[in-house]
Each structure stands twice: as C-alpha cells, then as structure tokens.
C-alpha cells in the first residue's frame, strides 16, 4: 500500500495569513499515461463529510475558492491556502487514488491563532 | 444535483454483520462511469477507503478488510449495499458512502451514518 504522510499535524494560523499542509507518498504517484500527480486534497469540518478541494493534485475542483491551490509533483506535495478565513478551520487530508488500496493522509488541523 | 444517504443500523453486537445502504438521488446509479465506495471514519481518527463497487458490478476492496467485505449494487432501486462480516469493536466508525468519478476523487459524500459494535 503507498503511505500518505501529512505535515504538520496542526496548525496554527492568523486570519488572513498563509496556511501551507504538506503531503508526501511512499512512492511516485505521477501517472505516465496522463502525465498528471494522482493525488486529492480534501476539507473535512467538524461533524460533516469530507469536501474534495483539489484533484490532479492541482486541478481546483468547481466552486472552491481560488485562496485554495494545490502543487508539487511525484511523491511531495501542498496544498496552500494563500489567506485564511474563519470558515477554512478544519481538518485536511490528502488521497492518493494511483494504486489500489486507496489511502489518505493522517489529516492535518487548520485552526485560528 | 447527486445527492447520497446511508440508511442501516446503528448498532451491531460483535461477530454479527453490519449491513449499510446507499442511496443514490438526482441521477441514476449507472448513469456515468462512477465507482460508488465506502470510507470509513473511527471517532477522533482518519479516513479509510473500505472498497467501491463499479456500475459495470465489479468490485475492489481494501486487502486489510477484504475477507470480510461485500459491496454490491442495486439498479433497480439505485442503491448499493455494504456488508461487512465478523464485526468487532475496531469496527465502530462513521460510515460515509462516495461517488468516485472521473477524476478518481471522491466527489459526492453521504452524510455519514455512525456505527457501534457493542454487545
């Protein structure tokens, strides 16, 4: 199974500064075929279900507000959240859908220094 | 808009099986090339993919619960179904059904339907 590990555990940001969420897999998750990182990023809120933010591992999914962007490339990547907002307190997690079994990251909690 | 519901018991003594349904709305269930799934949630913990089923009536599941697992698509009712066998008290979750699209993320969630297993 590929291993998702995330960066930091917690985090601790002032509103309107930068949130940067690090993920890296055991191993490369770039799809020769396509050419594209097959990695997800995900919001979860307290008591609701995971919201997909980013597919491609950069590709915003329609909707999500543009302070969120997603980059990197083979096994580490980011997903940035260029100026914090009150509502963006949350737990993320990346996902990696390369290989079978799919497998998130442990999470990473965003709240509001 | 696609919209997903579990339906099914909330609690489950061990050793018995737990049995979830998802039902699909605002499309049909094969309707797209979707893989419908299952993902799991302990309190306090993160997620874990249980398995998917495909429109076609294929199915793959996690290798860590895959003696234990069946998923299983009902067209005629637009639902599918999990069942997970020989239940114990690490199986206690929020139960979360999924449709995994083209990208193959996670797009549409149900709500979640807590589970215990407890005697």
């Known amino acids: 199974d590929i291993v998702m590990t995330q960066s930091p555990d917690s985090l601790a940001v002032s509103l309107g500064e930068r949130a940067t969420i690090n993920c890296k897999s055991s191993q490369s998750i770039l799809n020769t075929s396509n050419k594209k990182n097959s990695l997800g990023w995900y919001q979860q809120k307290l008591g609701q279900p995971p919201k997909l933010l980013i597919y491609w591992a950069s590709t915003r999914e329609s909707g999500v507000p543009d302070r969120f962007s997603g980059s990197g490339s083979g096994t580490d990547f980011s997903l940035t959240i260029s100026t914090v907002q009150a509502e963006d307190v949350a737990v993320y997690y990346c996902h990696q859908y390369y290989s079978t079994p799919d497998t998130l990251g442990q999470g990473t909690k965003l709240e509001i220094k | 808009q696609v919209q997903l519901q579990e339906s099914g018991p909330g609690l489950v003594k061990p050793s018995q099986t737990l049995s979830l349904t998802c039902t699909v709305s605002g499309g049909s269930i094969i309707g797209g090339n979707y893989y419908w799934s299952w993902v799991r949630q302990p309190a306090g913990k993160g997620l874990e993919w249980i398995g998917h089923v495909y429109i076609s009536g294929s199915t793959n599941y996690n290798p860590s619960l895959k003696n234990r697992v069946t998923i299983s698509l009902d067209t005629s009712k637009n639902q599918f179904s999990l069942r997970l066998s020989s239940v114990t008290a690490a199986d206690t979750a929020v139960y979360y059904c999924?449709?995994?699209?083209?990208?193959?993320?996670?797009?549409?969630w149900g709500p979640g339907i807590p589970v215990t297993v407890s005697s």
């Open positions: 999924s449709r995994c699209g083209g990208p193959p993320t996670f797009d549409y």
